[in-house]
């Protein structure tokens, strides 16, 4: 009876901290209307330097970069204070649109489309854009992409530009990823044959990885970056003051110079690549080791609160299943079947996308991933603790109820322990694979082992090493957790 108590202690402690920490960690999107007007808020896609990546020396993420230097000045100049966030590039139209930032900077060219549903300052860069291929391939212009597969940035103009060429060119296959330095890992390991990309950060890259080579394509029209707006915002004006006297006085380019002269990227590589084979060299992650590692606090809070969640709302709905009240039932199997019935991935998409909009709520990114896999995990839970509440022999519910204990109460003190007990190693599997799974708040910009990996990636023009270091350690945490699991089924067995 004490131990179960301090079991509904613990699960409730778990509970509570966790979601507290949680709320309070939201650092992800938030409308800005909910903001004092004395900070404007910029959102843009740090996968692009020298314009903005992370800089993540000393273990801490921070982005940086030229885009990121013009907006501080801007910012100081108007007299605001500047807070920054972060998307993949597809997705900052989309947070203007939906009002959660007050502007963006992100190397963003100015285009008819885009300016149907934002506004643009000035142009205050130029940019060309540069076909980036292995060393010796020699790919200058459109027409020597004939037949080739051919990646760019999903959403951006070098997308638009590749299809154009596509159009002119024939056999040409495009592949539209996410991040720059994914673009760029497809041309290393030969599954593209060339990518489209602006001057300056094909600059970079090609510093980074001595087997690539960029060249600049020839074309009429230079295009240029711009800060983006929400539509009619009273922003654009002041901004465009600024930034012209910044052009006039030098400041701008004194930021160029700053940022895209030398080989800005804080991470020039000193090392070359090994010729052929395997060229895996972890030295260059060495520094950015702390960092990744950051993000295991995070990954285990996360799936166990998760699974606490999970548990709770797996058991009610398991209950609602068993209890014989025909409505109750069927809303639990309706519910279970839609969650078991989608993808998770999807699921997260809506639940973070969504509840702003339905309910006006600003749910930050890791809210919604607690959420999601509560909701997710639950359903899934609630068979695994009804076929456990199922499997409890018949004869004990029924001597219970002979002796005049109530339902409940017989639920709880003598069905649900030995069901618990039965599913323990249906919900360490349960666990293992939520702690798997949580990778994917990754993708709405919760900052766990696999983004910071991914960061670290962006920032250092690589991307395998990275990645196989964070499979590491999900690796090692599964196999802990597997074995603590061992022990304590062990250990129940033993004081049976
Ligand atoms: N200039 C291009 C565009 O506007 C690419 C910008 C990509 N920016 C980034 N932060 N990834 O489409």
């Given at each position: 009876m004490k131990k179960k108590k301090a079991w509904l202690l613990t699960i409730l402690v778990v509970a509570v901290v966790g979601i507290s920490i949680i709320t309070g960690h939201s650092n992800s999107l938030k409308a800005v209307s909910s903001l004092g007007k004395d900070t404007l808020t910029m959102i843009t896609?740090?996968?692009?330097?020298?314009y903005e990546f992370y800089d993540t020396k000393g273990g801490d993420r921070q982005i940086v970069g030229f885009d990121i230097d013009i907006a501080k000045t801007l910012a100081e100049k108007l007299g605001f204070k500047l807070q920054i966030m972060e998307s993949d590039f597809n997705g900052l139209i989309p947070a203007l649109q939906a009002n959660r930032a007050d502007f963006v900077m992100a190397g963003m060219t100015p285009t008819p489309e885009r300016q149907k549903n934002i506004d643009f300052s000035i142009i205050y860069y130029e940019a060309k854009d540069t076909i980036v291929a292995p060393k010796g391939s020699n790919l200058k212009q459109p027409q020597d992409l004939l037949g080739k597969k051919l990646g760019v940035q999903l959403g951006t103009i070098q997308e638009q530009n590749a299809r154009k060429i596509s159009q002119k060119v024939a056999g040409i296959q495009l592949k539209q990823l996410n991040k720059v330095p994914e673009v760029v890992q497809e041309i290393k390991s030969g599954r593209i044959d060339a990518a489209i990309v602006e001057d300056t950060v094909a600059k970079g890259f090609a510093q980074a990885n001595p087997d690539l080579e960029f060249n600049t394509i020839p074309s009429e029209e230079a295009s240029g970056s711009a800060i983006a707006f929400p539509k009619g915002s009273s922003f654009v004006e002041p901004f465009n003051k600024v930034l012209q006297q910044m052009k006039d006085d030098g400041t701008l380019a004194k930021l160029v110079t700053k940022w895209?002269?030398?080989?800005?990227?804080?991470?020039?590589?000193s090392s070359t690549p090994a010729k052929g084979?395997?060229?895996?060299?972890?030295t260059r992650i060495l520094p950015d080791i702390p960092f990744i590692l950051r993000g295991i606090p995070l990954t285990l809070l996360f799936t166990l609160l998760s699974v606490t969640l999970g548990l709770i709302w797996g058991t009610i709905l398991s209950l609602l299943k068993i209890l014989g009240i025909k409505p109750l039932t069927w809303v639990a199997n309706a519910y279970t079947s839609v969650f078991r019935g989608t993808p998770l991935l999807l699921q997260l998409a809506l639940v973070y996308y969504a509840t702003p909009q339905l309910t006006g709520y600003d749910i930050s990114a890791l809210e919604a991933g607690v959420l999601t896999f509560t909701l997710n995990s639950g359903a899934y839970m609630s068979e695994t603790i009804r076929g456990g509440i199922q499997a409890v022999d018949k004869g004990q519910s029924e001597a219970a109820m002979s002796m005049g204990v109530p339902y409940w109460l017989m639920m709880w003190d003598v069905i649900l322990p030995q069901a618990l007990k039965n599913i323990l190693p249906a919900l360490v599997n349960e666990t293992i694979g939520l702690l798997k799974d949580s990778a994917l708040v990754s993708t709405i910009g919760v900052v766990e082992i696999l983004r910071s990996a991914q960061i670290v990636g962006a920032n250092k023009y690589i991307y395998f090493e990275p990645l196989l270091f964070a499979g590491l350690i999900y690796y090692v945490l599964v196999m802990g957790m597997t074995l603590g699991a061992s022990a304590l089924e062990k250990r129940l067995r033993e004081s049976e």
């Open positions: 896609s740090p996968d692009y330097p020298p895209f002269s030398q080989n800005t990227a804080a991470n020039s590589v084979g395997l060229n895996l060299d972890f």
